[in-house]
């Protein structure tokens, strides 16, 4: 079984909801963990990563930014960690630098902006989702 050309178990493919994230992390290629995070998702994956909140807004629709390390990455990963009230918790990679603006995105509302193709300077965060 492959995950776009990395070699994995079977089991990941076929029943990936049974996978342990452990499991995934006690792997020594760090393509395999990157390809087994990807199968069984960020959210599963969160519990046993190393996670640090970066910022955090009040408001939970724009949720939180997130650093996660992935032993053999040369980089820590970000994500942002919003709640959305059709699709509930959304968990999303976010670059480190806006291709929109060139800045870094260093905050929840930064990423908030990037995602929709924002600048931040005019990234106006809807009141109302639905």
């Known amino acids: 079984y492959h995950w776009h050309g990395v070699a994995v178990p079977g089991h990941w493919i076929e029943d990936p909801d049974s996978v342990d ?13 990157a390809a087994g995070l990807a199968i069984i998702g960020l959210p599963r994956m969160l519990s046993s990563l190393d996670v640090k ?3 955090e807004h009040e408001d939970p629709s724009v949720g939180s930014l997130l650093e996660i390390r ?6 820590a990963a970000r994500a942002l960690k919003a ?7 959304i968990i999303e ?8 603006d ?6 929840a509302f930064a990423a ?6 924002d ?3 005019k990234y106006i965060h809807p009141s109302v989702r639905t």
Request: glycine share 8%.
């Open 21 to 33: 994230p452990q499991e995934i992390l006690a792997c020594d290629d760090v393509e395999k963990r």
């Open 53 to 55: 909140v970066i910022d």
């Open 70 to 75: 992935l032993d053999g990455l040369p980089k």
């Open 83 to 89: 709640e959305c009230p059709r699709n509930g918790t």
């Open 93 to 100: 990679y976010v670059d480190h630098v806006s291709d929109v």
């Open 102 to 107: 060139g800045l870094p995105i260093e905050t």
């Open 112 to 117: 908030q902006a990037w995602r929709n193709g």
């Open 119 to 121: 600048p931040v300077s």
